[in-house]
């Protein structure tokens, strides 16, 4: 494996691992959720060095494709966050439990 | 690799039905637009008239033999038409239900037909997809709008909550399923699950394409609710509006499990000792997890959120067997489920009341007095999901764990039964306070120990809506037929399994 695939790759799970870790540690919803988009962009990352790896442009779009489906998902996921904060000023995880789960 | 040649028009026929599903949600939102549909039955109406629409046109373009399309990313068979109609026939019943329902919560705002539609498209676009990324298009399409739709009863604490954790979890999912793909494609070179297959056997070491399978599993793990990935099926359910729920419950599930058979058979077969391991610990988790956590739900959402995950189990069963009859098996399990689960949720959503999206179990006591047809309907559903013939329900269930058995997973199967029987006392205990306890007005009758009668919280119920009735009605008769005469339905299913 050539080394620049190499490092992005070691990038791209160190990115993962920290988007992984900030959901499940993070108790705002915006933080959980730039966390997720850290781990969409770490797959992004991926697919390009992969495509390199490959011999294949296939990769390149496909990081493309991410990039319009996170974009969908930060406008849905956005109106959803700013929902729930109108009603309560303060946005923690934890206090967004009047179902029992 | 694959010959990449420009779409031609006549390539687009075996998506039609899917093109009118989106045509139908875009008038939807003109009609709104322009004013049509302030009371929401026109807009339901239209939307009933695309899916019969799109429902004709599948029907006149049945295939015989698949055809594949877009490069082979797309492949048109009798297994996507069936998936396909039945989510036709869920999305139906659902827009038929609906606007009773949204009058009573008093919510207003019409983008919520043209949701349940685009959902239903990437529904059944996916049990065609031959390819990862579509795939996880695909998926994303099924989910966008039901996070929306989970928060779309605005007035409520518990929607918006419900459209939060969905998702947050959902979109967590999805980012490891991408996660996988790209690993995947590292290693094989390649997302057309052709291509994975053919590259599979050529592969030196694999360590880099199971971590990337394994990823790819977990994130599915999440959509379809297997048990360590579970947890947010029962608030999302408890939440969210209970039409919604009526929908996705049984139609996410087919779409995701028929798109996850294909997935693992068309392109990892190869890889089958790793996965059917995998498969055989989650759906045994699965089964136990869900069957545990119903028993004492009080919410009757929640406790069928329980069952749903119970069910998700079993359905991993024919997973594990993976054999082409398996998967018709699951397909018979599939659809007997969602039209029980569909009927259900119809009635819940027929006696909720204004200020709470749910009904519990204290609150259905005595209603076999009151609404005699609506306790007998619910008890067919019930008798359905715990699979007691002569219902749907256990036929499903006897069939697939025939499937199971056959390839060899025994000790599997009578955990599954052992687990069935224990599922079968959460049902009865629904159908027990329906018919045996008395009404929250009456007497309380003096004998000692119905502790469950004692509790004085529950309300007066509101009669169901003829559109509900009627929707819980065609559940049955769907049941019955299934689980009295399934031949023609399982001659379709061996036909066109593959």
Known sequence: ?101 | MQNYTIVQIGQLTPILPVGVVLATALVLVLIDAFGYGRRGTTIAGVGMVGVALSAIALVASFPVHSVSGFGGALRYDGFSALVGLAVLLLLFLTLLMSPPFLRRMRIRGYEYYPLLLLSASGMMLLPMMRELISVVVGIELVSIPLYILAGYNRRSEESKEAALKYFLLGAFASAILLYGAAFIYGSTGSLWLMGIADAIPLLSDRWMLLLGLGLFLVGFGFKVALFPFHVWVPDVYEGSPSTVVAFMSGAVKLALFAVLIKVLLGGFADLDAFWKVLFIWLSAATMLGGNLLALHQMSLKRLLAYSTIAHSGYLALGVVAATPQATSAMLFYLLAYAAAAIGVFAIIAALVGPHRDDVDMDDVRGIARTQPGVAFLVTVMMLSLAGIPPTAGFLAKFYLFWEVYQAGYIGLVIFAIVNSMISVYYYLRVIMAMYLLPAPGEEVPSSPGSDEAAVGTARVLPAVAWHQYLVGVVSVLIILAMGVVPGLLLYLLNTYHA
Do not use: K, T, W
Not at chain 1, 25 to 34: G, K, T
Not at chain 1, 47 to 65: C, D, K, N, P, T
Not at chain 1, 71 to 83: D, F, K, S, T
């Open chain 1, 1 to 101: 494996m050539e080394r620049v695939v190499a490092y992005s790759l070691i990038l791209s799970g160190v990115l993962f691992s920290m988007g992984v870790l900030g959901v499940m540690i993070r108790r705002h919803p915006l933080v959980m959720f730039m966390c997720i988009e850290l781990m969409l962009n770490a797959a992004n990352l991926a697919f390009v060095a992969f495509a390199r790896h490959v011999g294949e442009v296939s990769g390149q779009i496909y990081a493309l494709i991410v990039m319009a489906v996170a974009a969908a998902e930060v406008a849905v996921g956005l109106a959803i966050i700013v929902a729930v904060y109108r009603h309560r000023m303060d946005v923690d995880i934890d206090d967004v439990s009047s179902l029992r789960g």
